[in-house]
Nanobody
Framework: VQLQASGGGLVQAGGSLTLSCSAS????????MGWFRQAPGKEREFVAA????????TYADSVKGRFTISRENAKNTVYLQMNSLKPEDAAVYYC???????????????????WGQGTQVTVSS
């Protein structure tokens, strides 16, 4: 499966952005989908993930209550609604797919099999 992330940009602190991740290729398979981010000089970190049916979600503590992950399987698209953005949210955001959909939602990058190219989010203070 190929993943394409989009929706990044420049936003003021306190503002909102919605990222999208579109899947193509083998989209008939079931995938847990996740969002990760990586700031310059830092390791890639988990942001949020959603089960293939959408019934289960997991968030990093740093984004709980501010970010919402959702998916539309009919459109092969996963979203990350980001509200109340902070300067520390600035990073390149990556979407990822885990083909082991029947297992617990992974929060480590090594738990994901496919990755998109990333989209830049910049938050000005």
């Amino acid at each position: 499966v190929q993943l394409q992330a989009s929706g990044g940009g420049l936003v003021q602190a306190g503002g909102s952005l919605t990222l999208s991740c579109s899947a193509s290729g083998r989209t008939d398979s079931r995938y847990t989908m996740g969002w990760f981010r990586q700031a310059p000089g830092k390791e890639r970190e988990f942001v949020a993930a959603i089960s293939w049916r959408g019934g289960s979600t997991t968030y990093a503590d740093s984004v709980k209550g501010r970010f919402t992950i959702s998916r539309e399987n009919a459109k092969n698209t996963v979203y990350l609604q980001m509200n109340s953005l902070k300067p520390e949210d600035a990073a390149v955001y990556y979407c990822a797919a885990d083909q082991d959909w029947w297992t617990s939602i992974a929060t480590m990058p090594s738990g994901y099999d496919y990755w998109g190219q990333g989209t830049q989010v910049t938050v000005s203070s």
